[in-house]
């Protein structure tokens, strides 16, 4: 007989499997895609559930043994669950995970594009991975801390519709001014598509990328003037209802 316990960890390891294609667009490829999930998962820090960490005196994530390695400290428990959806206990296992990947405490885009590339072998990850970056590194200071780590998680696997797509649009506003530009749209597809290499199947086109363009400015840009805003891409989805059906994956966004 199962535990409640064995239950919610199948529970996130499957919502995980849809975080992942949400962040990869691995719905663009099918051969291997268990594998590769599988992978992605075990790299990902939330993974580790059989690890715990404890927590201090002043309600602070520890981890006890191993405090002399750390050089990054993150902040309050408390604080962090009331900025996530996460509870002080999922939050204790994450820090886990994500401390045995980054003993420091905090992860650089290099070490975040060699991470990614481990996953996505047969293809050339570093473009997507930069972006992803980006968009993970809230304080734009080129690391990622467990704050951005967990904040993030948590608006991909428990934020509202709202939350969601806000996420998203942020990704794609690569230079963050608050519109998504052709050029934009056309540097994620291309990073999407190399990420993926040869390996898909059908194999895919190389006027792909710019098709998949077309198709999402012809579907959002709703005043055509070359541009799509927060507005415009936030209401475009709400009202179709394969993208809300399909929210977790994010499948008729990217």
């Given at each position: 007989?199962?535990?409640?316990?064995q239950?919610?960890?199948?529970?996130?390891?499957?919502?995980?499997?849809?975080?992942?294609?949400?962040?990869?667009?691995?719905?663009?490829?099918?051969?291997?895609?268990?594998?590769?999930?599988?992978?992605?998962?075990?790299?990902?820090?939330?993974?580790?559930?059989?690890?715990?960490a404890?927590?201090?005196?002043?309600?602070?994530?520890?981890?006890?043994?191993?405090?002399?390695?750390?050089?990054?400290?993150?902040?309050?428990?408390?604080?962090?669950v009331?900025?996530?959806?996460?509870?002080?206990k999922?939050?204790?296992?994450?820090?886990?995970?994500?401390?045995?990947?980054?003993?420091?405490?905090?992860?650089?885009?290099?070490?975040?594009?060699?991470?990614y590339?481990?996953?996505?072998?047969?293809?050339?990850?570093?473009?997507?991975?930069?972006?992803?970056?980006?968009?993970?590194?809230?304080?734009?200071?080129g690391l990622?801390?467990?704050?951005?780590?967990?904040?993030s998680l948590?608006?991909?696997?428990?934020?509202?519709?709202?939350?969601k797509?806000?996420?998203?649009?942020?990704?794609?506003?690569?230079?963050k001014?608050?519109?998504?530009?052709?050029?934009?749209?056309?540097?994620?597809?291309?990073?999407?598509?190399?990420?993926?290499?040869?390996?898909?199947y059908?194999?895919?086109?190389?006027?792909?990328?710019?098709?998949?363009?077309?198709?999402?400015?012809q579907?959002m840009?709703?005043?055509?003037?070359?541009?799509?805003?927060?507005?415009e891409?936030?209401?475009?989805?709400?009202?179709?209802?394969?993208?809300?059906?399909?929210?977790?994956?994010?499948?008729?966004v990217?």
């Amino acid at each position: 007989m199962k535990s409640r316990s064995q239950d919610q960890s199948l529970s996130d390891s499957r919502e995980l499997d849809r975080s992942y294609d949400a962040l990869t667009g691995n719905h663009l490829s099918k051969p291997n895609k268990k594998t590769i999930k599988q992978r992605f998962l075990k790299l990902l820090p939330c993974y580790h559930s059989s690890s715990t960490a404890s927590i201090n005196q002043t309600g602070s994530i520890t981890d006890e043994g191993e405090l002399s390695t750390v050089c990054y400290r993150p902040e309050g428990l408390d604080s962090l669950v009331q900025q996530t959806k996460f509870s002080k206990k999922e939050l204790q296992v994450l820090y886990r995970g994500f401390k045995n990947e980054c003993p420091s405490g905090v992860v650089n885009e290099d070490t975040f594009k060699s991470i990614y590339s481990q996953f996505f072998p047969q293809g050339d990850s570093s473009m997507y991975a930069h972006f992803l970056f980006e968009a993970f590194d809230t304080h734009n200071n080129g690391l990622v801390s467990f704050e951005d780590f967990a904040v993030s998680l948590s608006i991909i696997l428990r934020g509202s519709i709202t939350d969601k797509l806000n996420w998203a649009f942020n990704l794609y506003d690569l230079n963050k001014d608050g519109c998504i530009t052709r050029e934009e749209m056309t540097d994620i597809m291309h990073s999407i598509y190399n990420m993926m290499g040869k390996s898909t199947y059908p194999s895919m086109r190389d006027s792909a990328p710019k098709e998949h363009v077309d198709s999402f400015f012809q579907k959002m840009d709703k005043n055509k003037d070359g541009v799509v805003t927060i507005e415009e891409f936030v209401t475009t989805c709400q009202k179709d209802e394969n993208i809300m059906h399909s929210m977790h994956l994010f499948d008729h966004v990217i």
